[in-house]
């Protein structure tokens, strides 16, 4: 069994990656991957971390966050044990001149559509989330496909809870605009709960401010303007329900009314301001797959 670090260096929305496209016989031969190497004698996560991001980079990392051990299994080599962390500050000049590929600044937006393993996917995912420290496994076939993975939140006694992005504070809304929970109600859901907050329609793909939509009674969702914007609400409901599976999470807190989240009733499809009976696209989708959904209506069952 192997142990190594890697590390995402942060600055002002961008992260440096490292593609990998010098060494010989690299398993991550044309990947994106971040910072970090196998450990030496005698050095702990920490000394390897800092003594690998000096050797590919230059700099002195400075407000480094331990966030996690990714498990990787593989029948094509041997079980390593990978030590996650997450890097906020550092001092010193980059020198692009690392001996195993090249070094680039790469935006958040940007992260996902580079050459990555699927499972790397999953990590940024959850650092991103700022979830607490995890144990994640990840079983790969020989043909390097992800084949399956086991989350678990250590030392944690709080259940994973999906909830609105626009409930917390993001801006995510057609309009732009949020519809922030009251602080101390968000307070005493993360005290009891670790909050994934999840944006259907960004996760489908969708522009932030974008022209409303509504369902229609044939389950079409339609913009204002008359567009078809079914798929994009039926990809963000599956991505939704990803990070239930990813995350082990039972039960979604969702915002009333709208085309995605909305649970019990939601706009009638005339934009009219009318509501009819009926579900979002993502808290059907939720229910059917057996997560328990609850809108901002009804905290009582969650406080
Ligand atoms: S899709 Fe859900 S989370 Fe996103 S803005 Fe609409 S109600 Fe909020």
């Known amino acids: 069994m192997k142990n190594t670090t890697l590390c995402y260096i942060e600055q002002n929305?961008?992260?440096?990656?490292?593609?990998?496209v010098k060494k010989k016989n690299d398993e991550n031969h044309d990947k994106w991957i971040g910072i970090g190497g196998h450990f030496e004698d005698y050095e702990s996560p920490y000394d390897c971390v800092l003594r690998e991001a000096k050797e590919e980079t230059g700099l002195d990392l400075t407000a480094l966050s331990y966030r996690g051990i990714v498990s990787f299994c593989s029948p094509n080599f041997e079980t390593e044990q990978m030590h996650l962390f997450f890097c906020t500050g550092f001092s010193?000049?980059?020198s692009r001149d690392c001996a195993e590929g090249d070094l680039a600044w790469i935006s958040r937006e940007k992260l996902f559509s580079l050459p990555m393993w699927e499972g790397d996917k999953l990590f940024l995912d959850l650092l991103h989330k700022n979830v607490p420290f995890f144990s994640l496994k990840l079983v790969y076939d020989a043909d390097g496909n992800l084949l399956s993975h086991d989350l678990r939140f250590s030392g944690e006694a709080r259940e994973p809870l999906l909830i609105s992005a626009c409930l917390t504070g993001s801006?995510?809304?057609?309009?732009?605009?949020?519809?922030?929970?009251?602080?101390e109600i968000l307070d005493a859901l993360a005290k009891k709960y670790i909050l994934i907050p999840v944006c259907a329609e960004i996760l489908g793909g969708l522009p932030t401010p974008r022209i409303p939509a509504e369902i229609q009674n044939d389950r079409t969702v339609l913009r204002r303007d008359g567009a078809d914007v079914t798929a994009a609400y039926a990809t963000g409901a599956d991505e939704v329900l990803r990070y239930a599976r990813l995350t082990g999470a039972k039960t979604a807190l969702l915002k009333a009314r709208s085309p995605s989240c909305g649970k019990g009733n939601i706009y009638d499809g005339t934009f009219s301001g009318n509501l009819t009976d009926g579900d979002g696209i993502?808290?059907?989708?939720?229910?059917?797959n057996g997560i328990t959904v609850y809108t901002e209506e009804e905290l009582s069952w969650l406080l």
């Open 92 to 94: 010193g000049t980059l």
């Open 282 to 288: 993502t808290a059907r989708c939720l229910s059917e």
């Open 171 to 183: 801006p995510c809304r057609y309009d732009g605009k949020s519809k922030p929970l009251p602080e």
């Open 13 to 20: 929305g961008e992260y440096l990656m490292l593609h990998r």
